[in-house]
Nanobody, 123 residues
C-alpha cells in the first residue's frame, strides 16, 4: 500500500500563487499515474489535474487550465501542483491520488489517497 502526504496548503490572497506537494512512501508504484482532486465545503470532491506515470502527459479540469500546472519527480516520489492567479472559488481541501495499476493518464482510476491539505483564498 502506498502512503501519500500532501503539503504546501495555506491561506493566500486572490491572485497569489501556491505550490502543493505530494510525497509517496511505502509501496510507491513509482511510475504510475497520479492526480490532484479538491473538495470545497458542501460540495463533492472534484478532479483538478492528472499526470501520467512518466510525466509526459497531463490533463486538467476546465477550472484549472491556464492557471495550474501538475508535475512530478519520480526520483523523489513527489508530485506537485503549481497554482497561480488563485481565486476564492479555489478554496478547498486538496487531495493527491495515485493509481496502483495504470501508467497512462486517467481521471478516475485512483485507489490511494492522501489526507488532504487546506487551501484558502481570501478576497
Amino acid at each position: 500500500q502506498v502512503q501519500l502526504v500532501e503539503s504546501g496548503g495555506g491561506t493566500v490572497q486572490v491572485g497569489d500563487s501556491l505550490t502543493l506537494s505530494c510525497v509517496a512512501s511505502g509501496r510507491t508504484f513509482k511510475n504510475m499515474a497520479r492526480g490532484w482532486f479538491r473538495q470545497a465545503p458542501g460540495k463533492e470532491r472534484e478532479f483538478v489535474a492528472a499526470i501520467s506515470g512518466a510525466g509526459a502527459s497531463s490533463d486538467y479540469a476546465d477550472s484549472a487550465k491556464g492557471r495550474f500546472t501538475i508535475s512530478r519527480d519520480n526520483a523523489i516520489n513527489t508530485m506537485y501542483l503549481r497554482m497561480t492567479n488563485l481565486k476564492p472559488e479555489d478554496t478547498a481541501v486538496y487531495y493527491c491520488a495515485a493509481s496502483s495499476t495504470l501508467v497512462r493518464l486517467t481521471r478516475d482510476q485512483f485507489d490511494s489517497w492522501g489526507q488532504g491539505t487546506q487551501v484558502t483564498v481570501s478576497s
